[in-house]
């Protein structure tokens, strides 16, 4: 089974950057998607990016597209998200997931089977 940790949330200044990280152990990669979600206090989850492992084919947000970039590290089994021009809006706790890669939606929390313990990003006004 896979397990997931993310690290490098924190606090940041809008217009600033942030760089998550998410450690992957447990499976071999080559047939899974990896994402990430984000959950701002009082709202439900939220869809960021996803990325199909075998050839690192990333889908995201219109919210966040164009300032997330959704990367990984094979040797290392990991994966990233660059965050850049964050907003106050993107103040929320960050999850990695990871499923089996299929052509189904991706969009939806319940379609990932595998959470992070999640990390905290606040931006500041």
């Known amino acids: 089974q896979v397990q997931l940790a993310e690290s490098g949330g924190g606090l940041v200044q809008a217009g600033g950057s942030l760089r998550l990280s998410c450690a992957v152990s447990?499976?071999?990669?080559?047939?899974?998607?990896m994402g990430w979600f984000r959950q701002a206090p009082g709202k439900e989850r939220e869809f960021v990016s996803a990325?199909?492992?075998?050839?690192?084919?990333?889908y995201y947000a219109d919210s966040v597209s164009g300032r997330f970039t959704s990367s990984r590290d094979i040797a290392k089994s990991a994966v990233y998200l660059q965050m850049n021009s964050l907003k106050p809006e993107d103040t929320a706790v960050y999850y990695c997931?990871?499923?089996?890669?299929?052509?189904?939606?991706?969009?939806?929390?319940?379609?990932?089977?595998?959470w992070g313990q999640g990390t905290q990003v606040t931006v500041s006004s």
């Open positions: 447990g499976r071999t990669l080559e047939n899974y998607a």
């Open positions: 990325m199909r492992w075998i050839d690192g084919r990333t």
């Open positions: 997931v990871a499923r089996l890669w299929s052509l189904e939606s991706m969009t939806r929390d319940y379609e990932w089977d595998t």
